[in-house]
C-alpha cells in the first residue's frame, strides 16, 4: 500500500509492487549466475520514507537493476524514469509499465515531469539519470552535458536529492559492445548524502552540487575497484582519467552526442565500435 493520496484517498499500488518484487528477484538470480560481486555503500543515506529523487550516473543498459538495491534495503522501491521506446518493446516494455516506472518522451518530457511529480507528492521514489544517455568515457560527463530534470523535481517537491555512483556493471552490457557473460565481475555502488534543496536554490545549483557528489563518490569507487586492467592503455572499460582505453574529451562526447542521434532515430546505427572494442 502506497502513501494516501491528498484528500484522504488511498492509492493502491499492490500489482506494480508485486511486479517489482518478482523481477527483483529475478534480477538476484541473475545476478547469481553471473557470479556479481555485489558491494553497496551508504544505503543508510537513502530516508526509508517520505518522497525521494535519487540521481545516479549512468554506465550501462542496466544499471537501474543496481541502482535500486539501496532503496530496496531501506524497504523502498524506485520508480524510473526511462526513455519510451523501452515502454514499447514486446518484453520490456510490459514489466516497465507493470512495475509503475515512467516513460520519457525524448521530444517534450512534460509528461513524464508531472507524473513525476505526482508519484513524489505521494511519497514514493523516483530515479533519473541526469546524463540522459550513457557515457563512452565511463565517467560522469562534464556539468555542462547534465539535464535538470532530477533537480527540478526536488525543487518543487521540497524532496531530498540522493546522489548514487555505480561502476562495474558497463563491463557486462553497455554502449557499443556486445554483452558479457564472463562471471566474477566486481560492481559497486556508492549512495551519498542526500542534498536538501536550499531555500531559493534553483535547479541549476543544485545540479551542480550533485555532480561534485556523484564526482567524489564515482572517485571512491573507482579507486576501490579491485581488479584493474594489466595493461590499463589497451582496457576499453578503463576510464582515459586513470590511464586507461575508453574515449575521453571531445572522441567521447561526439559518441555520447551520436548515441543520442541514434536513440531518436535522427541517424543510422553504426557497430564499428564495438568491432573496435571487443569484451574484455
Request: with cysteine.
Amino acid at each position: 500500500m502506497a502513501p494516501n493520496r491528498p484528500g484522504g484517498r488511498l492509492r493502491t499500488t499492490v500489482v506494480p509492487d508485486l511486479t517489482y518484487r518478482v523481477v527483483i528477484r529475478v534480477c538476484r538470480v541473475l545476478f547469481r549466475l553471473l557470479g556479481l560481486r555485489l558491494e553497496v555503500t551508504g544505503a543508510e543515506h537513502l530516508p526509508a520514507s517520505g518522497p525521494v529523487v535519487v540521481a545516479a550516473n549512468h554506465a550501462s543498459f542496466v544499471d537501474f537493476m543496481v541502482v535500486g538495491l539501496p532503496a530496496v534495503a531501506r524497504g523502498r522501491l524506485v520508480r524510473f524514469m526511462a526513455k519510451e521506446s523501452v515502454f514499447r518493446a514486446p518484453v520490456s516494455g510490459p514489466l516497465m509499465r507493470g512495475m509503475g516506472h515512467l516513460p520519457v518522451d525524448r521530444r517534450s518530457g512534460t509528461v513524464a515531469a508531472r507524473r513525476a511529480l505526482h508519484l513524489l507528492r505521494a511519497g514514493e521514489v523516483v530515479g533519473i539519470y541526469p546524463e540522459a544517455t550513457i557515457g563512452h568515457a565511463f565517467h560522469l560527463k562534464d556539468r555542462a552535458d547534465l539535464r535538470l530534470g532530477a533537480a527540478h523535481l526536488a525543487v518543487a517537491t521540497g524532496a531530498p536529492l540522493v546522489p548514487v555512483a555505480q561502476w562495474g556493471l558497463h563491463r557486462v552490457f553497455t554502449v557499443g559492445q556486445r554483452p558479457s557473460l564472463r562471471r566474477g565481475r566486481w560492481v559497486g555502488v556508492a549512495v551519498g548524502e542526500p542534498l536538501h534543496p536550499r531555500p531559493g536554490e534553483d535547479a541549476t545549483s543544485l545540479t551542480d552540487r550533485w555532480h561534485s557528489a556523484v564526482t567524489d563518490l564515482l572517485a571512491d569507487v573507482q579507486r576501490r575497484y579491485p581488479d584493474p586492467p594489466a595493461d590499463p592503455a589497451t582496457a576499453w572499460w578503463w576510464p582515459a582519467h586513470l590511464g586507461g582505453g575508453a574515449p575521453a574529451g571531445a572522441e567521447a562526447r561526439d559518441l555520447d552526442l551520436r548515441a543520442v542521434a541514434v536513440a531518436d532515430g535522427l541517424v543510422g546505427d553504426r557497430r564499428d565500435t564495438a568491432a573496435a572494442h571487443p569484451p574484455a
